[in-house]
């Protein structure tokens, strides 16, 4: 399995503030993707992270809104930018671990824009 | 596009009941199959996985069945505990490593 670190695990933004989400996994792992999870809601994928490279982005999301960092195999962020109320979510980064089929999630950031 | 898709919102079961959680998905190029448990406040936990070439896999009180010809997915958790309480997702990965994701369902257990 994998331990991830996510940072912060919760926070309170006002509209228009940008905040950067980072995660931490403690073993090597061959994939880092980023999720959004909106209240009440299933998870939806927003970008598989790339290490040295630009992200890939799902349809509806974009690179201005959520710039996504990956600088190696370990380590991700993930920034929403010029947050408005709509983008009150829980952001989860998860990752295929080297040595199996697995996903797994860290906790999730749980971010409330006010 | 592909979706991931539940039948039940909500499943209630007394304690000590068997629980069965049901998804269908549409994607017939999927491989690979995830049930995971979201527990409130946290992450998604995985429970257990299948690969497509097979149709039954069993682990800790669970059984994921997959029934390929109707595109179903199924997770049986036997002798249901108040810790089971919690939101259900399938999950399904096609090319990419990408995951889609059903609906989720919740289950209650009443004591």
């Known amino acids: 399995s994998a331990v991830i670190s996510q940072k912060p695990s919760r926070d309170i933004c006002q509209r228009g503030t940008s905040l950067t989400i980072q995660c931490q996994v403690d073993?090597?792992?061959?994939?880092m993707f980023w999720y959004r999870q909106q209240p009440g809601q299933s998870l939806t994928l927003i970008a598989t992270a790339n290490q040295g490279s630009e992200a890939t982005y799902e349809s509806g999301f974009v690179i201005d809104k959520f710039p996504i960092s990956r600088p190696n195999l370990t380590f991700s962020t993930l920034t929403v930018s010029n947050m408005s109320p709509e983008d009150s979510s829980i952001y989860l980064c998860?990752?295929?671990?080297?040595?199996?089929?697995?996903?797994?999630f860290g906790e999730g950031s749980w971010l409330t824009v006010v | 596009g592909e979706s991931v898709g539940l039948h039940l919102p909500t499943l209630s079961v007394q304690e000590g009941d068997n629980s069965i959680i049901n998804c269908a998905y549409s994607?017939?190029?999927?491989?690979?199959f995830i049930w995971y448990k979201q527990e409130s406040g946290k992450g998604p936990q995985f429970i257990i996985d299948?690969?497509?070439?097979?149709d039954k896999r069993q682990g800790q009180r669970v059984t994921v069945l997959l029934n390929k010809t109707v595109k179903h997915l199924s997770l049986q958790i036997a002798a249901t505990q108040p810790g089971d309480s919690a939101v259900y997702f399938c999950a399904e990965r096609a090319a990419g490593n990408k995951l889609t994701f059903g609906g989720g369902t919740r289950v209650l257990v009443k004591p």
């Open positions: 299948i690969r497509s070439n097979m």
């Open positions: 998860s990752v295929r671990i080297l040595s199996g089929n697995t996903i797994y």
């Open positions: 073993s090597q792992v061959t994939m």
């Open positions: 994607n017939s190029a999927s491989d690979y």
